[in-house]
């Protein structure tokens, strides 16, 4: 009790001291510094993403699509030069349009749709990895955001709205449901379909949802949809009541590129908050889960939270101070049930960003500044650390990634983005294919109620 009343003083005493808005610089070059990742990992022949920063990684079609958007955040803010991206970027685009598209269980991809992971070099299938329905999403937003930023009266830029259109048509979205009601996770030659689908629970399949509804070809059915939302569960913690994800990260991917403030479809309505404010009341569930800190973890505390998909000190057990603790490697973590193993991610407080800008900042300048979570000298932001795990030299940090990742980089890069300007929330708005995708998931209200979203947002797509 003691040491609690301890750390509350000290956060009292830091948030008299600090002014918040201070830390506007640091998140700039947080910001920046991220941005390296995807030009420093990107292969010059593919256009790939390594999916980490490992020497001989795979690369990931999330990290990849991910990427793609960092860069128009890069251009936006003179850290890149626009031929420069829209080389980059044609490159991936091409990559992907003369990739082989086949049951070969080493093609890059079939039915429109890519493996998880492809060698960096080849593009070719690795890992033995599964032809994934969420990273297709995930990698066609990203393109969807680069055909809508870079839309000059030139060679090039007129070259990324035409394959990024090529690419879209032939995702068979409809194919992917294996005549259920439901979007499969996956496909994997020689077995078919695998036994998952997005139909249990809120995750961060918001996007595949709406990008495969709103689909100027092989489009699902709304119903799809709906029934995936009433799976969801609404819980109460904290005296809060929030549709329940356990990591962070469910809370925030979709909205890297869907600006849900404001617009809600029928569950949001009957429950009187939309999917931000949900994201709202998530990250605030965080706060309060680190200050109850229920497994008794080193370091958890009102401004010291994070807890989500990240790299972990693990795999393994260790007992610590009397009491043998299990860590984990790369795994999803989350709340309340967990997995919790005392591990937090720094990466998934920016990403926050949008939602309680104030109590990210905060965390800033106790997490991540008192803490030496932030290199200034090239390594950016540390993905993860572990305070009850013995640190070197009696760091407080305790154990720290020495691993970067795309996933990781591109929320922080595209988060900050979306606070200070709204950027890729505006393009993802001058999509049609969005726009029909949210009418058709049943979403009215806020922006989309604004009249140059009331004609068939198709009709510019099929011109």
Not at 321 to 328: A, H, L, N, S
Not at 395 to 402: D, E, Q
Not at 404 to 424: A, D, R, S, V
Request: aromatic share 12%.
């Amino acid at each position: 009790m003691f040491l609690v009343d301890l750390i509350t003083l000290k956060i009292i005493i830091l948030k008299a001291k600090i002014n918040i808005d201070d830390y506007g610089e640091m998140l700039h070059d947080i910001q920046k510094d991220a941005l390296h990742y995807f030009v420093d990992h990107m292969d010059p022949h593919t256009g790939l993403v390594a999916d980490k920063s490992e020497a001989g990684s795979v690369a990931s079609i999330a990290a990849t699509g991910i990427g793609i958007s960092c860069l128009v955040c890069g251009v936006e803010n003179g850290w890149i030069s626009r031929g420069a991206a829209v080389e980059k970027i044609l490159v991936t685009l091409n990559f992907f349009i003369n990739s082989e598209q086949s049951r070969d269980k080493d093609a890059t991809g079939y039915k429109g749709f890519y493996y998880h992971f492809l060698d960096m070099k080849t593009g070719r299938r690795a890992c033995r990895s599964e032809l994934s329905t969420i990273d297709t999403a995930i990698l066609i937003a990203g393109i969807l955001s680069a055909t809508h930023y870079f839309t000059k009266d030139s060679v090039n830029e007129k070259a990324i709205a035409k394959l990024s259109k090529a690419l879209y048509e032939r995702v068979d979205w409809n194919w992917a449901t294996n005549g259920k009601d439901f979007v499969c996770h996956g496909w994997k030659p020689g077995s078919g379909f695998l036994k998952y689908y997005w139909d249990k629970g809120y995750s961060e399949a918001h996007i595949l949802y709406i990008l495969a509804l709103g689909a100027p070809a092989f489009p699902i059915k709304s119903f799809c949809y709906t029934n995936w939302v009433h799976s969801f569960e609404v819980r109460e913690l904290y005296d809060r009541k929030y549709i329940h994800a356990g990591p962070l990260f469910i809370h925030q991917m979709s909205q890297l590129w869907l600006h849900f403030e404001g617009i809600k479809d029928k569950l949001n309505e009957d429950l009187g908050f939309d999917y931000f404010e949900n994201s709202r009341k998530a990250t605030s569930i965080q706060q309060c889960y680190a200050i109850d800190n229920p497994k008794g973890f080193k370091g958890y505390h009102a401004l010291s939270w994070g807890i989500t998909a990240s790299d972990g000190p693990g795999p393994g057990t260790r007992t610590i101070d009397g009491r043998k603790i299990r860590f984990y490697h790369y795994k999803a973590r989350g709340i309340p049930e967990g997995p919790d193993d005392g591990t937090l991610s720094p990466w998934a407080v920016l990403a926050s960003l949008p939602f309680a800008p104030d109590l990210v900042k905060e965390t800033i300048a106790m997490e991540i500044d008192n803490l030496g979570l932030y290199d200034a000298k090239g390594r950016g932001l540390y993905a993860s650390y572990n305070p009850s795990w013995p640190g070197k030299n009696g760091n407080l940090a305790g154990w720290l990634s020495p691993l970067h990742f795309g996933i990781n980089h591109g929320p922080i890069i595209m988060m900050i983005e979306n606070y200070n300007t709204g950027l890729i929330w505006a393009l993802m708005k001058k999509c049609p294919a969005i726009i029909e995708g949210l009418k058709k998931a049943g979403f009215t209200g806020g922006w989309l109620a604004e009249e140059k979203y009331r004609e068939n947002p198709l009709k510019s797509l099929k011109n």
